[in-house]
C-alpha cells in the first residue's frame, strides 16, 4: 500500500528499563499517524529496543483509541514510563 504523505509522529517516549528484570536497557515508543490512499487516516504503535533497533511491538488500527489503550497496556507496568498526552486519547 502506498501512502499519500509521510507519516506524522504524534507521540514519543524513551523509557530507560532494567535489564535484569525486564530484558531491555531501554524502549523508545512511538505513534504516527499515516493517511491512506482513501483519504482516511491509520494510527500506528511502535515499540523498539533502543540499543539493538530490534521491533518489538507494531500494531496498526484506523482507531486511535485501540491504539493509545493498547499503549497503555504495554506500558502499564513499566515504572518510568511517562505516559500518554491527555490531548490524544480521544
Request: overall charge negative.
Given at each position: 500500500?502506498?501512502?499519500?504523505?509521510?507519516?506524522?509522529?504524534?507521540?514519543?517516549?524513551?523509557?530507560?528499563?532494567?535489564?535484569?528484570?525486564?530484558?531491555?536497557?531501554?524502549?523508545?515508543?512511538?505513534?504516527?499517524?499515516?493517511?491512506?490512499?482513501?483519504?482516511?487516516?491509520?494510527?500506528?504503535?511502535?515499540?523498539?529496543?533502543?540499543?539493538?533497533?530490534?521491533?518489538?511491538?507494531?500494531?496498526?488500527?484506523?482507531?486511535?483509541?485501540?491504539?493509545t489503550?493498547?499503549?497503555?497496556?504495554?506500558?502499564g507496568?513499566?515504572?518510568?514510563?511517562?505516559?500518554?498526552?491527555?490531548?490524544?486519547i480521544?
Amino acid at each position: 500500500m502506498k501512502l499519500e504523505s509521510p507519516p506524522e509522529q504524534l507521540y514519543v517516549s524513551a523509557v530507560d528499563m532494567d535489564p535484569a528484570l525486564d530484558g531491555f536497557s531501554s524502549v523508545l515508543v512511538e505513534i504516527y499517524r499515516e493517511k491512506e490512499p482513501s483519504g482516511g487516516f491509520r494510527y500506528v504503535l511502535l515499540a523498539t529496543a533502543s540499543a539493538t533497533g530490534n521491533r518489538l511491538l507494531k500494531f496498526t488500527s484506523t482507531d486511535l483509541s485501540l491504539v493509545t489503550g493498547t499503549l497503555l497496556r504495554e506500558t502499564g507496568s513499566i515504572q518510568n514510563f511517562e505516559g500518554v498526552p491527555e490531548g490524544l486519547i480521544g
